[in-house]
C-alpha cells in the first residue's frame, strides 16, 4: 500500500490542478466575452445616435428656412425638401412637414384659407372637432399616396404626438413621440413609427409659437439600415420605446426560431427626450470568437497530464520531469494568448480613432457644402433684384433734365452705391459657393505676389513687416488672376487685424511634385503649387478654427468686417480646383496655406485692350435684339434699356417662346438670354436658335450658372457673358462687343 501514496497524492494534486485550471479559462473566456459584448453594444449604440442625428440635422435645416423667410409656401417648401435626396439618402423617413398652428376656429379657418389661396382647394383641417388649439399639417413632402393621406391632419389631437410637441414646445429643442401608427400607413404592411418635432418660432423673443416642422419615421425601414439582418451579424438588437416590454417593441433583429443566448445586455439612449432601451444578445457569430474551448482542452490536457505524472511516477522519477515540462508549455500558451488579446485591443481602438477623424471631416465637408448651396442660392435671387436697381438708377439719370435739385442727384448717387456695395457682398457669397464668374488663365504666382508689394504695404501700415520668399522655377497655375490677388490681399488684411501692436507677415511660394500617396491635404494625385500666408498674430483657437471658413462668422467687433473674407478665399481655391489648409494656436500666430494644381498648358499672352470712356455705344443700322428673361423685372429693364441704346427689340419670357419667335422675325443680330430659366436654359436655347440661323451673335447674363453647362455648352468660345447686377454702360458695352466679335473701339 505505501506504493500507492505517491501516486495516489498526484492523482488528488493533478485532478485540483486541472479543475483549477479549466475554471480560470472558463472564468478569463467569459470576462472577455463579456468585454467584446460591451464593445459591440457600444458600437450600435453610437451608430443608432449618428444615423439620428442626421435625421435630426434635415428637420433643424427645414426650420432654419422658416427662420430665413418671413413666408415660405408649398412650392418653396418642396423644393427645398426635393434636394435632399430623402428616397435614397435616408430609408425609413417618410417626409419631412410643417405643421400650422392656429388658435380656436379663427385659426382653423386661417390655416384653411392660406392653403386654397396657394391652389389647395380641397383643403381641410381634420379631425373637425371644435377645439381651442389647431396644429394641422399642411406641407409634406415628397408627396406621395402615403403623404397625402396626412394632409390637414391636426397631430394634437392625438395623445402621444400631443405630448411630444408640447415637449418641443415648452424646451424649445426636437423632441421624439412614444410608438405609434402612422397615418401614412394605408398598406396592409403596416409598422411601427414615430415621429420627431423641431418648433418653428418667428420672432426675437422666441414668441409666439407659429408651429412645427416634423418628420415621420417608418421604424423597421429606419433601423433595418442601421441594423441589418445579416446571417453572419454577431449580435440581435431589439429597440424599445420605454421599457423592453412587448407592446413597446419598436424593431429587432431576432426571429421566432433563436435560440436562447448566453450572453445579454442592455443600453438605455436618449432619443428626442424620449429613454430608448435597446437589448443585445449574442449569436452563434459571436460565440464563434469565444475562447470558452480552452478550458475543455485544459481539462483534457490536464487529465493527460495527471495521468502521465501518476505513470511516471509508477515509472520511478520520469514522471515529475514530464510535469514539469507540462507546466512551461501551459505557461507559454498563456503568454502567447495574452499577447495576441493585447495585440488585436490596440489594433481596434487605432481603428476607432481613424474612423472618428474621418467622420468628422466627413460631417464638415457637408456642413460646408449646405452652408454654400444656401449662400449661392441667395445671392442669385439677391443679384436679380440688384439688376432692376441699379438698371432703374441708371435710367433715372439719364431722364434728368438738368435743373434738378442737387440732393435728388445726391440721393441718386447714394443709392446707386448701396446697391454696388450689395452687389459686391454677393458676389462674395457667390465666391464662397463657388459659384461666381471666374475667367482663369494661366499666371504666374511670384509675379502677381511681387506686383502686389506696393498694394500690400500700403494696406498693413509701417508697423508690418513684409516678407516674401518666392521659390526660383515656381509653375504656373490656371486660376482667375484678379480673384486670386483679391484672395492674398483678403489674407494679409486678416493678418493684420490679429497683429494690432504690428509684426512680420510671410508669403511664401513652393512647389509639390506629385508622389504617389496622392495629393496634399486630400487633393488628386498631381503636381501643386503652394502660396502660404503667414503670421506672427495672436492665434486661433481650435474652436475659433473650426468655423473660420464659414460666410459671415467673424471674431472682430461689429462694423469691423463683414465675415466673408476667408469664406470667399475658400470657395475661389476650391472653384479653381485646389484647397485651403489653416494651422494655428493661441499666441502663435496663423498660416494659411493656398494649393493650386500646376498648370502644364500654353503660357498666357495679353493683348492690351484700350480703356472706353464715354457714353454707352449705340445701335447701327437698325440692329435688333431677342431679350429672353423669365424674371419679368429684370426683362423690362433689359429691354427699355436695349431700345434707349437704339436697338430693334424683341422680348419673349422663357426658351419656348423665343423659339416661337425665331422663324417669323425678317432680322435678328443678337440673341440676349438669361442662363438658369425654367425648361430648357440659356445655353440650349442657344444651340437651338444656332440651327435656325447658324450666325446669330449670343449674349448670356446670368445670376450664376452654377451646374447649368455641359463642356460642350461651356466651350461656345464666340458666345460671351454678362454677370448680373450690370449698369447701363456695362450691357451697352457687352452688346456692341457681342455685335462686333468682342470690338468696342469702333467710332461713336
Given at each position: 500500500?505505501?506504493?500507492?501514496?505517491?501516486?495516489?497524492?498526484?492523482?488528488?494534486?493533478?485532478?485540483?490542478?486541472?479543475?483549477?485550471?479549466?475554471?480560470?479559462?472558463?472564468?478569463?473566456?467569459?470576462?472577455?466575452?463579456?468585454?467584446?459584448?460591451?464593445?459591440?453594444?457600444?458600437?450600435?449604440?453610437?451608430?443608432?445616435?449618428?444615423?439620428?442625428?442626421?435625421?435630426?440635422?434635415?428637420?433643424?435645416?427645414?426650420?432654419?428656412?422658416?427662420?430665413?423667410?418671413?413666408?415660405?409656401?408649398?412650392?418653396?417648401?418642396?423644393?427645398?425638401?426635393?434636394?435632399?435626396?430623402?428616397?435614397?439618402?435616408?430609408?425609413?423617413?417618410?417626409?419631412?412637414?410643417?405643421?400650422?398652428?392656429?388658435?380656436?376656429?379663427?385659426?382653423?379657418?386661417?390655416?384653411?384659407?392660406?392653403?386654397?389661396?396657394?391652389?389647395?382647394?380641397?383643403?381641410?383641417?381634420?379631425?373637425?372637432?371644435?377645439?381651442?388649439?389647431?396644429?394641422?399639417?399642411?406641407?409634406?413632402?415628397?408627396?406621395?399616396?402615403?403623404?397625402?393621406?396626412?394632409?390637414?391632419?391636426?397631430?394634437?389631437?392625438?395623445?402621444?404626438?400631443?405630448?411630444?410637441?408640447?415637449?418641443?414646445?415648452?424646451?424649445?429643442?426636437?423632441?421624439?413621440?412614444?410608438?405609434?401608427?402612422?397615418?401614412?400607413?394605408?398598406?396592409?404592411?403596416?409598422?411601427?413609427?414615430?415621429?420627431?418635432?423641431?418648433?418653428?418660432?418667428?420672432?426675437?423673443?422666441?414668441?409666439?409659437?407659429?408651429?412645427?416642422?416634423?418628420?415621420?419615421?417608418?421604424?423597421?425601414?429606419?433601423?433595418?439600415?442601421?441594423?441589418?439582418?445579416?446571417?453572419?451579424?454577431?449580435?440581435?438588437?431589439?429597440?424599445?420605446?420605454?421599457?423592453?416590454?412587448?407592446?413597446?417593441?419598436?424593431?429587432?433583429?431576432?426571429?421566432?426560431?433563436?435560440?436562447?443566448?448566453?450572453?445579454?445586455?442592455?443600453?438605455?439612449?436618449?432619443?428626442?427626450?424620449?429613454?430608448?432601451?435597446?437589448?443585445?444578445?449574442?449569436?452563434?457569430?459571436?460565440?464563434?470568437?469565444?475562447?470558452?474551448?480552452?478550458?475543455?482542452?485544459?481539462?483534457?490536457?490536464?487529465?493527460?497530464?495527471?495521468?502521465?505524472?501518476?505513470?511516471?511516477?509508477?515509472?520511478?522519477?520520469?514522471?515529475?520531469?514530464?510535469?514539469?515540462?507540462?507546466?512551461?508549455?501551459?505557461?507559454?500558451?498563456?503568454?502567447?494568448?495574452?499577447?495576441?488579446?493585447?495585440?488585436?485591443?490596440?489594433?481596434?481602438?487605432?481603428?476607432?480613432?481613424?474612423?472618428?477623424?474621418?467622420?468628422?471631416?466627413?460631417?464638415?465637408?457637408?456642413?460646408?457644402?449646405?452652408?454654400?448651396?444656401?449662400?449661392?442660392?441667395?445671392?442669385?435671387?439677391?443679384?436679380?433684384?440688384?439688376?432692376?436697381?441699379?438698371?432703374?438708377?441708371?435710367?433715372?439719370?439719364?431722364?434728368?433734365?438738368?435743373?434738378?435739385?442737387?440732393?435728388?442727384?445726391?440721393?441718386?448717387?447714394?443709392?446707386?452705391?448701396?446697391?454696388?456695395?450689395?452687389?459686391?457682398?454677393?458676389?462674395?457669397?457667390?465666391?464662397?459657393?463657388?459659384?461666381?464668374?471666374?475667367?482663369?488663365?494661366?499666371?504666374?504666382?511670384?509675379?502677381?505676389?511681387?506686383?502686389?508689394?506696393?498694394?500690400?504695404?500700403?494696406?498693413?501700415?509701417?508697423?508690418?513687416?513684409?516678407?516674401?520668399?518666392?521659390?526660383?522655377?515656381?509653375?504656373?497655375?490656371?486660376?482667375?488672376?484678379?480673384?486670386?490677388?483679391?484672395?492674398?490681399?483678403?489674407?494679409?488684411?486678416?493678418?493684420?487685424?490679429?497683429?494690432?501692436?504690428?509684426?512680420?507677415?510671410?508669403?511664401?511660394?513652393?512647389?509639390?511634385?506629385?508622389?504617389?500617396?496622392?495629393?496634399?491635404?486630400?487633393?488628386?494625385?498631381?503636381?501643386?503649387?503652394?502660396?502660404?500666408?503667414?503670421?506672427?498674430?495672436?492665434?486661433?483657437?481650435?474652436?475659433?478654427?473650426?468655423?473660420?471658413?464659414?460666410?459671415?462668422?467673424?471674431?472682430?467687433?461689429?462694423?469691423?468686417?463683414?465675415?466673408?473674407?476667408?469664406?470667399?478665399?475658400?470657395?475661389?481655391?476650391?472653384?479653381?480646383?485646389?484647397?485651403?489648409?489653416?494651422?494655428?494656436?493661441?499666441?502663435?500666430?496663423?498660416?494659411?496655406?493656398?494649393?493650386?494644381?500646376?498648370?502644364?498648358?500654353?503660357?498666357?499672352?495679353?493683348?492690351?485692350?484700350?480703356?472706353?470712356?464715354?457714353?454707352?455705344?449705340?445701335?447701327?443700322?437698325?440692329?435688333?435684339?431677342?431679350?429672353?428673361?423669365?424674371?419679368?423685372?429684370?426683362?423690362?429693364?433689359?429691354?427699355?434699356?436695349?431700345?434707349?441704346?437704339?436697338?430693334?427689340?424683341?422680348?419673349?419670357?422663357?426658351?419656348?417662346?423665343?423659339?416661337?419667335?425665331?422663324?417669323?422675325?425678317?432680322?435678328?443680330?443678337?440673341?440676349?438670354?438669361?442662363?438658369?430659366?425654367?425648361?430648357?436654359?440659356?445655353?440650349?436655347?442657344?444651340?437651338?436658335?444656332?440651327?435656325?440661323?447658324?450666325?446669330l451673335r449670343v449674349l448670356f447674363t446670368t445670376g450664376y450658372a452654377h451646374g447649368a453647362a455641359t463642356d460642350?455648352?461651356?466651350?461656345?468660345?464666340?458666345?460671351?457673358?454678362?454677370?448680373?447686377?450690370?449698369?447701363?454702360?456695362?450691357?451697352?458695352?457687352?452688346?456692341?462687343?457681342?455685335?462686333?466679335?468682342?470690338?468696342?473701339?469702333?467710332?461713336?
Amino acid at each position: 500500500m505505501p506504493y500507492f501514496v505517491v501516486p495516489s497524492l498526484v492523482l488528488l494534486v493533478g485532478v485540483c490542478a486541472t479543475l483549477l485550471i479549466s475554471f480560470l479559462f472558463l472564468r478569463g473566456a467569459d470576462s472577455r466575452d463579456q468585454e467584446r459584448m460591451r464593445l459591440q453594444a457600444d458600437l450600435a449604440v453610437s451608430a443608432l445616435q449618428e444615423r439620428m442625428e442626421a435625421h435630426s440635422a434635415l428637420l433643424r435645416g427645414t426650420a432654419g428656412l422658416f427662420a430665413g423667410s418671413d413666408e415660405v409656401d408649398a412650392r418653396e417648401f418642396d423644393a427645398y425638401v426635393a434636394q435632399l435626396g430623402l428616397g435614397t439618402r435616408y430609408p425609413g423617413v417618410l417626409g419631412i412637414g410643417y405643421a400650422a398652428r392656429g388658435a380656436d376656429e379663427a385659426g382653423r379657418a386661417q390655416i384653411e384659407a392660406s392653403m386654397r389661396r396657394q391652389g389647395f382647394p380641397d383643403f381641410r383641417v381634420w379631425p373637425a372637432t371644435p377645439r381651442d388649439v389647431y396644429t394641422s399639417i399642411v406641407y409634406l413632402s415628397p408627396m406621395n399616396a402615403r403623404n397625402a393621406a396626412a394632409i390637414g391632419y391636426d397631430m394634437f389631437t392625438e395623445p402621444y404626438r400631443r405630448e411630444a410637441m408640447a415637449r418641443a414646445a415648452t424646451t424649445g429643442q426636437l423632441a421624439a413621440s412614444a410608438r405609434v401608427e402612422l397615418v401614412q400607413e394605408i398598406d396592409a404592411d403596416k409598422q411601427p413609427g414615430f415621429l420627431m418635432y423641431l418648433p418653428v418660432r418667428r420672432d426675437a423673443d422666441q414668441t409666439p409659437l407659429a408651429g412645427f416642422v416634423y418628420s415621420p419615421l417608418r421604424a423597421h425601414d429606419l433601423l433595418e439600415t442601421v441594423f441589418p439582418r445579416r446571417p453572419d451579424r454577431l449580435m440581435d438588437v431589439t429597440i424599445y420605446d420605454g421599457a423592453a416590454r412587448r407592446e413597446n417593441r419598436l424593431y429587432g433583429t431576432d426571429g421566432p426560431d433563436e435560440p436562447d443566448a448566453r450572453l445579454r445586455t442592455t443600453r438605455q439612449v436618449d432619443i428626442g427626450g424620449r429613454t430608448w432601451t435597446l437589448a443585445f444578445a449574442a449569436r452563434p457569430a459571436f460565440e464563434a470568437g469565444s475562447n470558452r474551448s480552452l478550458a475543455w482542452w485544459s481539462a483534457a490536457a490536464g487529465a493527460i497530464v495527471t495521468l502521465a505524472l501518476t505513470l511516471a511516477v509508477l515509472a520511478q522519477a520520469r514522471g515529475a520531469i514530464h510535469a514539469e515540462h507540462a507546466r512551461a508549455e501551459l505557461r507559454d500558451v498563456n503568454a502567447s494568448l495574452e499577447d495576441r488579446v493585447e495585440a488585436r485591443t490596440r489594433e481596434l481602438r487605432e481603428e476607432m480613432g481613424r474612423r472618428e477623424a474621418a467622420e468628422d471631416q466627413i460631417r464638415q465637408m457637408q456642413k460646408m457644402e449646405a452652408i454654400g448651396q444656401l449662400s449661392g442660392g441667395i445671392a442669385h435671387d439677391f443679384n436679380n433684384m440688384l439688376a432692376i436697381v441699379i438698371g432703374s438708377l441708371d435710367m433715372a439719370r439719364r431722364r434728368l433734365a438738368g435743373g434738378e435739385d442737387p440732393r435728388v442727384i445726391r440721393y441718386l448717387d447714394n443709392a446707386a452705391e448701396g446697391a454696388r456695395r450689395a452687389a459686391v457682398l454677393t458676389g462674395r457669397l457667390l465666391a464662397f459657393a463657388r459659384r461666381q464668374q471666374l475667367s482663369p488663365e494661366p499666371v504666374d504666382p511670384n509675379r502677381l505676389v511681387n506686383g502686389m508689394a506696393e498694394l500690400l504695404q500700403r494696406a498693413l501700415g509701417e508697423r508690418v513687416e513684409i516678407r516674401t520668399t518666392l521659390a526660383e522655377g515656381l509653375w504656373p497655375v490656371h486660376a482667375d488672376a484678379a480673384e486670386l490677388e483679391n484672395a492674398l490681399l483678403n489674407l494679409a488684411v486678416n493678418a493684420r487685424d490679429a497683429m494690432p501692436e504690428g509684426g512680420r507677415l510671410s508669403i511664401e511660394t513652393s512647389n509639390i511634385p506629385a508622389s504617389g500617396d496622392g495629393g496634399p491635404a486630400g487633393l488628386p494625385p498631381g503636381d501643386f503649387v503652394a502660396i502660404r500666408v503667414a503670421d506672427t498674430g495672436v492665434g486661433m483657437s481650435p474652436e475659433v478654427m473650426a468655423r473660420a471658413f464659414e460666410p459671415f462668422f467673424t471674431t472682430k467687433a461689429v462694423g469691423k468686417g463683414t465675415g466673408l473674407g476667408l469664406s470667399q478665399v475658400y470657395g475661389f481655391v476650391r472653384q479653381s480646383g485646389g484647397e485651403v489648409t489653416f494651422h494655428s494656436a493661441p499666441g502663435e500666430g496663423a498660416c494659411v496655406t493656398i494649393l493650386l494644381p500646376r498648370w502644364t498648358g500654353e503660357a498666357l499672352v495679353r493683348e492690351a485692350r484700350p480703356a472706353l470712356e464715354g457714353a454707352p455705344l449705340r445701335a447701327v443700322e437698325g440692329e435688333a435684339v431677342l431679350v429672353v428673361e423669365d424674371e419679368a423685372d429684370v426683362r423690362r429693364l433689359s429691354v427699355e434699356t436695349l431700345r434707349e441704346l437704339g436697338y430693334q427689340v424683341f422680348e419673349a419670357e422663357d426658351a419656348g417662346q423665343a423659339l416661337e419667335m425665331l422663324p417669323g422675325l425678317s432680322r435678328l443680330d443678337l440673341l440676349f438670354t438669361d442662363i438658369v430659366m425654367p425648361g430648357l436654359n440659356g445655353f440650349q436655347l442657344a444651340q437651338r436658335a444656332r440651327t435656325l440661323r447658324p450666325d446669330l451673335r449670343v449674349l448670356f447674363t446670368t445670376g450664376y450658372a452654377h451646374g447649368a453647362a455641359t463642356d460642350a455648352q461651356a466651350a461656345m468660345t464666340d458666345s460671351m457673358t454678362l454677370a448680373k447686377p450690370f449698369s447701363l454702360d456695362q450691357l451697352a458695352r457687352k452688346v456692341r462687343e457681342a455685335l462686333d466679335g468682342g470690338v468696342t473701339d469702333r467710332a461713336r
